[in-house]
């Protein structure tokens, strides 16, 4: 196995994880959080947040050292269109992912608060749910667009 196929299958890998921490993350919050059961949330979104910083996190921080690596392997330009669409997108999903973290992690609190009161959700838990759910579209789809234009490299 040669240098470049081993950086290209942990960025491969990367990118699975990505993709497959975000569907889980996305399945397992909205399952929790239509079950409206309180103490259910609050133990979904403390392993929801858990998860995110310890895969999507890692995989995120890595992606652009191993895709660097893989461009410096194949002498790749930086004015390849398909390499620079990516990069915008990466910021995109980027922009929509952080806020999320932050919403994940209050609204671990806020639910985590409501089992302990033994009292129902705050508006505010509702609000950043909704807020949540609709910041997962243009970040997921992000992503899946980088995967695909990593794959196809049609431009």
């Not at 409206?36 to 921080?61: K, N, Q, Y």
């Not at 033994?118 to 949540?132: E, K, S, V």
């Given at each position: 196995?040669?240098?470049?196929?081993?950086?290209?299958?942990?960025?491969?890998?990367?990118?699975?994880?990505?993709?497959?921490?975000?569907?889980?993350?996305?399945?397992?919050?909205?399952?929790?959080?239509?079950?409206?059961?309180?103490?259910?949330?609050?133990?979904?979104?403390?392993?929801?947040?858990?998860?995110?910083?310890?895969?999507?996190?890692?995989?995120?921080?890595?992606?652009?050292?191993?895709?660097?690596?893989?461009?410096?392997?194949?002498?790749?330009?930086?004015?390849?269109?398909?390499?620079?669409?990516?990069?915008?997108?990466?910021?995109?999903?980027?922009?929509?992912?952080?806020?999320?973290?932050?919403?994940?992690?209050?609204?671990?609190?806020?639910?985590?608060?409501?089992?302990?009161?033994?009292?129902?959700?705050?508006?505010?838990?509702?609000?950043?749910?909704?807020?949540?759910?609709?910041?997962?579209?243009?970040?997921?789809?992000?992503?899946?667009?980088?995967?695909?234009?990593?794959?196809?490299k049609p431009i």
């Open positions: 196995m040669t240098l470049y196929f081993l950086v290209k299958y942990l960025h491969v890998l990367g990118a699975i994880v990505i993709l497959g921490t975000g569907a889980g993350i996305a399945f397992f919050m909205l399952m929790a959080h239509r079950s409206r059961d309180v103490a259910f949330i609050a133990r979904t979104a403390e392993t929801v947040v858990i998860a995110d910083m310890l895969f999507t996190l890692t995989a995120v921080l890595l992606q652009p050292l191993s895709g660097g690596v893989l461009m410096w392997l194949s002498s790749t330009a930086w004015s390849e269109r398909w390499l620079m669409a990516s990069l915008g997108l990466y910021v995109v999903a980027g922009l929509f992912w952080v806020p999320v973290i932050f919403m994940q992690i209050e609204m671990r609190d806020l639910a985590a608060k409501a089992a302990e009161q033994n009292q129902g959700l705050p508006p505010r838990y509702t609000a950043l749910f909704h807020r949540w759910f609709l910041f997962g579209i243009p970040g997921f789809g992000s992503v899946m667009a980088i995967l695909w234009l990593m794959i196809a």
